[in-house]
């Protein structure tokens, strides 16, 4: 009996002995890794930003500001010329068929769209990816140029302006209500009341 006691023992010192030695080299490995991943991860939303609003000097990824709109937070990118606003990236999202779509939509300062990144999405390989190229410039579903406060984004199949993605119009439809939302939290961020976009930026940057 003393021998099984000793042997349980033993094994109670042992397993905590190797759980302590292993909390400690994750927790090691993980002070190693945060770092080096924090900064990627800002490296890859710089360059998001750069893509979806080009042309700025100073660093909107330092200091977003964050619009709450209909109990859903909005992340606002603001990008300067010098001491000029010349437009903003906004982060959103919206459910597709898979999951949470997320994008980063870019605007000037009078609402027009510049450009977007899809940022993450959970939609159907080889379907949902192609949003990452269907609404670019030039493309057969460009979103470019439009404001969505002079008209809401909508599929064609809806009555709208935007062709869907083939065979994915559910993640087409994902896709620009993450767009309006994008616009709405832009518009709330930098209009006062039904002034327009152009006129609350344009007296920020006097």
């Known amino acids: 009996m003393k021998k099984l006691e000793s042997s349980l023992k033993n094994m109670a010192l042992a397993l905590t002995g190797f759980s302590v030695i292993a909390g400690g080299v994750l927790g090691f ?5 945060s770092g080096p991943i924090a900064q990627a ?3 890859t939303l710089g360059d998001a930003i750069a893509v979806v609003v080009p042309g700025f000097d100073n660093n909107p990824a330092e200091a977003p500001e964050a619009v ?3 109990g859903m937070s909005y992340k606002i990118y603001k990008a300067y010329k010098g001491d000029k606003f010349i437009g ?7 459910m597709g068929f898979g999951g949470e779509l997320k994008v980063l939509v870019g605007f000037d300062v009078e609402g027009n769209i510049i450009d977007y990144s899809l940022l993450s999405h959970s939609e159907t390989p ?3 990816s192609k949003a990452a190229d269907w609404f670019k410039k030039g493309a057969k579903g ?3 140029g439009k404001n969505p406060g002079k008209g809401v984004l909508v599929v064609s199949k809806d ?3 935007i062709d869907a993605i083939t065979a994915s119009t559910i993640t087409t439809r994902a ?3 993450a767009v309006n939302k994008a616009y709405s939290a832009y518009n709330k961020q930098n209009v006062d009341g039904a002034s327009g976009a152009t006129q609350q930026v344009s007296s920020k940057t006097k």
């Open 142 to 144: 460009d979103i470019t």
């Open 68 to 70: 709450e709109i209909d």
């Open 159 to 161: 009555g709208g302006e």
């Open 29 to 33: 490995v993980n002070d190693i890794t």
């Open 41 to 43: 991860n800002a490296k």
């Open 126 to 128: 080889g379907l949902g």
């Open 88 to 94: 903003a990236a906004v982060e959103s999202s919206s």
């Open 175 to 177: 896709f620009l209500v």
